[in-house]
Nanobody
Framework: VQLQAWGGLVQAGGSLRLSCTASRSIFATNAMTWYRQAPGKERESVASITSITSGFTAKFARSVQGRFTISRNSAKNTVYLQMSSLKPDDTGVYYC???????WGQGTLVTVSS
């Protein structure tokens, strides 16, 4: 099973959407979480979304509240992290994660230039 995500470079104030695709068997019934690790800092959770059985409930870190949204597409087995009003402090490697299996994607670098 592999989690794949794609990041990129964006200017401050801009937007970027991360995608993470998992296998159908993993994705369908499990919560999905996005983490990030900024240079020199510990990895932190930024957003999570439960499965349909738990009502697709989303939670966000205070630092991204109001700027990031998380959603999932069951037909594509994909979870999205829509990031808006990006700041240089949002720079880091972003990982998707399946808590139930402690399964991590390979990480994708997001760089926000000032």
């Amino acid at each position: 099973v592999q989690l794949q995500a794609w990041g990129g470079l964006v200017q401050a104030g801009g937007s970027l959407r991360l995608s993470c695709t998992a296998s159908r068997s993993i994705f369908a019934t499990n919560a999905m979480t996005w983490y990030r690790q900024a240079p020199g800092k510990e990895r932190e959770s930024v957003a999570s979304i439960t499965s349909i059985t738990s009502g697709f409930t989303a939670k966000f870190a205070r630092s991204v509240q109001g700027r990031f949204t998380i959603s999932r597409n069951s037909a594509k087995n994909t979870v999205y992290l829509q990031m808006s009003s990006l700041k240089p402090d949002d720079t880091g490697v972003y990982y998707c994660h399946v808590p139930a299996y402690d399964l991590w994607g390979q990480g994708t670098l997001v760089t926000v230039s000032s």
